[in-house]
């Protein structure tokens, strides 16, 4: 089993910062792409910034220079460093791993594909 688990959401004014974090726990072999994602009142779930294993990005165009997307491998974790915030990134913002694990009981090999519980972020003066 693999499961993440997110932190970081607060209010916060127009113009402020927060940086977000979502951990990742189990059996885990490998994890190929960690994305961040919001979902505001009344609208779809979208991708805000993923990175792959081996660096590579990719931001939502509404977030490009004010977002910044990391990761640390050996504590598998992703982090969202958000700036500049303005009331339309307010949202519950998700995190997503896909990757591989082990079936410890057995040992065998599987993907995962799995989402954090969600962080409030509000911003608002």
């Known amino acids: 089993q693999v499961w993440l688990v997110e932190s970081g959401g607060d209010l916060v004014q127009p113009g402020g910062s927060l940086r977000l974090s979502c951990a990742a726990s189990?059996?885990?072999?490998?994890?190929?792409?960690m994305g961040w994602y919001r979902q505001a009142p009344g609208k779809q779930r979208e991708l805000v910034a993923s990175i792959t294993n081996d660096g590579t990005t990719n931001y939502t165009d509404s977030v490009k220079g004010r977002f910044t997307i990391s990761s640390d491998s050996a504590k598998k974790t992703a982090y969202l460093q958000m700036n500049n915030l303005n009331p339309d990134d307010t949202a519950v913002y998700y995190c997503n791993f896909r990757g591989r694990f082990v079936i410890m009981a057995v040992l065998v090999g599987h993907d995962f594909d799995v989402w954090g519980q969600g962080t409030q972020v509000t911003v608002s003066s």
């Open positions: 189990g059996s885990i072999t490998t994890i190929n792409v």
